[in-house]
């Protein structure tokens, strides 16, 4: 094989996508070629920046409201335009529970539309300290919030009477410094629920300085090892790093170290381990890694085992 | 801890849960399609985004591969997964947009000043001295090499770039890629090689 194909399998093994029938004959090239090694030193580098950087590109929180918004009003479009022998309730009448069913749902759209003009939304009170939307409620619903997820509990085309449940998302804008309690709780509260992983990485970021208060420790813990994302993860393990010998935090990064997908994230988990460690009971828990298929960990454990066990 | 496993569970997707929606949708049911949409709209308008680099752009490409799925979608046949359709839906609404740039000449922009600072230290030199522990430089050269990279993506082919996207920043493996893009595996890893070597060859020598 010629250095140009070894590099290509640099390329595919730094992405885990390496047969491992390959790998053994890659590590021994490696060895003894200068230049690949070099080259591989390089690309690791260029992923561990790019790794890095990844989290930097997330998409902007509002933007996946703005589409699935438009996207809606196109489908409205579409529905409206469509000839009425083509709207679902009416192409499949010919079956007589079909039938029925489109009976039903003539019934539900008449009485949801009797309890919507005589009807208010319940909206859970505000959250201490919020800012209330300025405009008030149209029919019921928030005019400057939307309605997502709405399905229908429960039907009686005879009373007319229909429940309706789905979750209203209204615009909060909350300003206050991080030392204030209620401000600490939503960045927490951000971390494990934002489902924009820019958010969660904005909020592990301003975390990451207060890992010293339980409740935040706990939740850069649960981002380490729950959050799909690899920056929040990165910048939990960056967070979590001066708690290191705390059994919690330790068990944490083992868990990383162990299961991570992320090499990356798997390196730190074992330099955040080792750096200010000498436990022999570590040591230990590290011996297995000395034969660890990444060669960083494998080293790392290699020299950390040799020195403390 | 609950959101977290909550969150944990909605990311298993049920195969024959999501065969039930699909066929839902394709008689003609919204809710359905809205419920296919909210399970992958996530992941392709991260895709769309980091493609496009705009906020505008990856709109439009959400906008289309959805429209274009839910006007198609009688003609699913169940013959890939549905998240390797609607993926290869995205990537070619993606790619066309790309390639209108082109012809329309327009800079790609992310929305970012890239102009070069002469007392910056060289990538090369970032990239040389990154080691795999945690050190202050490196965070704080972290947004200066962020630039960086985006101008270095700029100098990928369109499947390269689409190929380098799904893998690095979306996480598929190259199998599926190779399926989105309509080729092979092998397809998928050269893109990928060719990528790799083009990004490192240009951030090594900034």
């Known amino acids: 094989m010629t250095c140009r194909e070894y590099q290509h399998q640099i390329s595919l093994f730094l992405y885990e996508e390496l047969p491992e029938d390959q790998q053994p004959g890659l590590e021994s090239h490696l060895q003894q070629c200068d230049s690949c090694r070099h080259a591989f030193e390089e690309e690791k580098g260029l992923h561990y920046v790019l790794a890095e950087d990844a989290a930097a590109f997330d998409i902007p929180s509002d933007l996946l409201v703005q589409s699935r918004h438009e996207l809606a009003n196109e489908l409205d479009q579409i529905e409206r335009k469509r000839p009425w022998w083509r709207i679902p309730t009416f192409s499949v009448v010919f079956t007589p529970m079909r039938l029925l069913e489109s009976g039903a749902l003539i019934a539900m759209g008449l009485a949801l539309g009797v309890y919507v003009s005589n009807q208010r939304a319940v909206v859970a009170p505000p959250v201490a300290g919020t800012t209330q939307p300025e405009s008030g409620f149209t029919a019921g619903l928030p005019a400057n919030g939307s309605v997502s997820n709405l399905r229908i509990v429960s039907a009686n085309p005879s009373s007319g009477q229909v429940e309706l449940a789905g979750e209203i998302v209204q615009p909060l804008r909350f300003q206050g410094s991080v030392g204030d309690d209620t401000v600490r709780q939503l960045l927490v509260n951000a971390l494990s629920d934002a489902s924009n992983s820019g958010s969660r990485l904005r909020a592990v970021e301003i975390l990451a300085e207060r890992a010293n208060e339980d409740t935040i420790k706990n939740a850069l813990i649960q981002a380490l090892i729950y959050d799909e994302n690899s920056g929040v993860r990165l910048k939990a393990i960056q967070g979590l790093r001066p708690y290191a010998a705390q059994s919690e935090v330790e068990s944490a990064f083992m868990h990383s170290l162990q299961h991570d997908v992320e090499p990356g994230i798997r390196i730190e988990a074992i330099e955040a381990l080792t750096r200010n460690s000498r436990d022999a009971h570590l040591a230990k828990q590290l011996e297995p890694f000395t034969r660890d298929e990444n060669n960083v960990i494998k080293m790392r454990a290699l020299q950390f085992v040799g020195t403390n066990q | ?206």
């Open chain 2, 1 to 206: 801890m609950e959101a977290i496993l909550k969150r944990a569970a909605h990311r298993v997707h049920d195969s024959e849960d999501e065969k039930l929606l699909i066929e839902q949708a394709q008689t003609g049911s919204r809710e359905a399609f809205e419920e296919l949409v909210r399970r992958h709209d996530r992941d392709i308008l991260r895709l769309a985004y980091h493609m496009l680099g705009n906020r505008e752009e990856a709109r439009e490409v959400y906008q289309e591969t959805f429209l274009k799925a839910y006007r198609s979608l009688n003609r699913f046949r169940f013959e890939s997964s549905f998240y390797t359709w609607i993926y290869r839906i995205a990537t070619n609404v993606s790619l066309d947009h790309l390639r209108k740039r082109q012809t329309l000449r327009e800079e790609i922009s992310y929305e970012s000043d890239t102009e070069s600072h002469p007392d910056r230290p060289a990538l090369k030199d970032t990239l040389a001295a990154t080691t795999y522990y945690s050190n202050p430089e490196r965070r704080l050269y972290g947004k200066e090499v962020g630039e960086r990279i985006k101008e270095a993506l700029k100098t990928l082919s369109e499947k390269e770039r689409l190929v380098f996207e799904l893998r690095h920043y979306q996480g598929l493996r190259l199998k599926m890629i190779g399926e989105i893009m309509g080729s092979t595996e092998e397809t998928a890893k050269n893109y990928l090689f060719r990528a790799t070597q083009k990004l490192r060859a240009f951030l090594t020598n900034v």
